[in-house]
């Protein structure tokens, strides 16, 4: 398994996080605005679709929408109500909460999705700030761990694009360990989650060729 680290605006301390950074395989997206402009096609969950989840119930453990599976061991899923008695993030709408859960999220992609992006939260007091791990595992093999975090409170976006590919992705913001009683406990948030497909490489192709075709004939008319 391959580890980025991202803090804040720094990757291990060293390099400066831009809206878009290659790594190996694949690519990653502190602007959902630059993730969204790679992408040939694409789907967002916001929840608002979804019913709420009774705050004083035991959870749930998975929800599912628009094809995408959200799971949590401990059946400790919720869908926020913005007029509900708990409610950590005021003014985002509707968005899908584990509350002190036990384990990581795992996400469940349908086939053939090669991008996922989310406004992420978490880390509720008495922690600092959000500290979150995604962790990336490709259909054909490969797992890659992005470490990244941000303000409590407030959602920070993260995305990731590959060129093979994603099975599923493990979102944490606390432990290991986990599935101890007392022990860290999880309060994975999501919101506005985007999936899709980057364009096919032979796509960029015919732009690049496009690209150099355009360039020499201006060239040529220049003379």
Known sequence: MKITTLNGLVVAGLLAVTAQTAFCQGTFYTSRSAFEAALSSSTTITFEELPPTDWQG???????ASGVTFTGPWARLFITDPSGVLYPIPGSGKYLWQWDGGYPVSILLPAGVTAFGADFSGGIVPSSSLNATLTVNLAGGGSYAYNFSGPLDSWTFFGVTFAEPIANLVYRDAGPPDGVIGGPLHEEMLDNVTFGAIPEPSVLGLFALGG???????RRWGK
């Open 58 to 64: 035991s959870g749930l453990p998975s929800v599912t």
């Open 212 to 218: 150099m075709f355009l360039g020499w004939r201006l």
